[in-house]
């Protein structure tokens, strides 16, 4: 089993920056695994904005591309999730996901490839 916990969630006013991470235990070694963040908005669907494959490759959704940074670090099993210029919309929950082993930059934001997840982190970005 992999547990992953969230934090480093808040309030901002736009323009702010917050970074989250998402600490992963148990059977999940980050440097075997892919991982990722999603997020749920108000009253929308569940979104994937950015993930990191096993071997390094990373995909972001356009809305935040040269906003928002993933990284990973294998030897603290962290992801991070760094997010600047931060906007009104991009409150939302945001939730990490784990799977084991490798997967291909396009499947990178599709919650079915992933077999765990974390209890999220609330974001809030006032205008």
């Known amino acids: 089993q992999v547990q992953l916990v969230e934090s480093g969630g808040g309030s901002v006013q736009a323009g702010g920056s917050l970074r989250l991470s998402c600490a992963a235990s148990?059977?999940?070694?980050?440097?075997?695994?892919?991982m990722a963040w999603f997020r749920r908005g108000p009253g929308k669907e569940r979104e994937g904005v950015a993930g990191?494959?096993?071997?390094?490759?990373?995909a972001y959704t356009d809305s935040v591309r040269g906003r928002f940074t993933i990284s990973k670090d294998n030897a603290e099993n962290t992801l991070y999730l760094l997010m600047n210029s931060l906007k009104p919309e991009d409150t939302a929950i945001y939730y990490c996901a784990l799977r084991r082993g490798f997967l291909l930059r396009h499947n990178l934001l599709q919650w079915v490839a992933y077999d765990y997840w974390g209890q999220g982190t609330q974001v809030t970005v006032s205008a």
């Open positions: 148990g059977d999940g070694s980050s440097g075997s695994s892919s």
């Open positions: 990191i494959s096993s071997d390094g490759r990373i």
